[in-house]
């Protein structure tokens, strides 16, 4: 938690923020704080979903929280006032069954997701869109697969996001990954040695990266100054 408050103080630029997993209701804070601080923002998993809808794309059976569509406009809001790239995939995988085995394709954005399929992982296009942004960072906090990356299936984008975030880090970024989901991805990847930090306290790092001051930090901080 120390070394996430040292990188939210003072991160070397560019500092870009991946953030998936399924749901954006959990991680409004942190979107909104990242908003404030990063150059871009990569979005994937559930939270990618909710966002297109909220744009305006049929996302047909994929999950999505209806309830949060709100906050999906609040968080382009965000960034939009900071000047925050927001990348959203252009291309996904979609299933007609979110299990392994299930029949899968590529699509592209203005292609709607038909009604009995799911995304389940970003395509090869924004792959090459995320690698290219990251390779470009210098800091990168990471926090929830951008595809359903436990089913073999659908691992593909999470993994090779996890091997662009590792080449960073070789290129002298520095990379945090926060979240177990996370934590248990880039160990699929078989390169969870390759980053600077990896996090797999989910819930008090999240909360720390949303804004919010946690008693052990608050008595550190008091402590280093007084």
């Known amino acids: 938690i120390n070394f996430l408050g040292r990188l939210l103080a ?34 994937g998993g559930g939270i990618a979903n909710t966002l297109l809808k909220a744009e305006g794309y049929d996302v047909g059976g994929s999950l999505v929280e209806d309830e949060a569509l709100d906050i999906a406009h609040e968080i382009d809001d965000v960034a939009r006032e900071h000047d925050v790239e927001l990348v959203i995939p252009d291309d996904f ?7 392994s085995g299930a029949a899968k394709h590529t699509i592209s954005r203005p292609e709607p997701v038909s009604e009995g399929e799911s995304i389940v992982d970003i395509g090869p296009k924004s792959i090459e869109r995320f690698r290219d942004v990251l390779s470009k960072a210098k800091t990168i906090f990471w926090n929830g697969p951008v595809g359903v990356f436990e ?76």
């Open 151 to 226: 089913i073999e299936d659908f691992a593909e984008g999470t993994i090779r996001v996890a091997e662009a975030v590792a080449e960073a880090t070789r290129g002298g970024a520095v990379s945090v990954i926060g979240g177990g989901d996370t934590a248990s991805a880039v160990a699929k990847a078989g390169i969870k040695d390759a980053f600077t930090h990896v996090s797999t306290g989910g819930g008090a790092s999240l909360e720390f990266v949303g804004g919010k001051e946690l008693p052990g930090i608050a008595i550190l901080t008091k402590r280093e100054t007084s």
């Open 93 to 99: 995988i979609v299933a007609d069954r979110v299990e």
């Open 10 to 43: 003072s991160p070397e630029r560019p500092f870009v923020a991946i953030i998936g997993g399924a749901k954006i209701s959990g991680k409004i804070e942190i979107l909104k704080n990242l908003a404030s601080r990063v150059e871009a923002m990569l979005i």
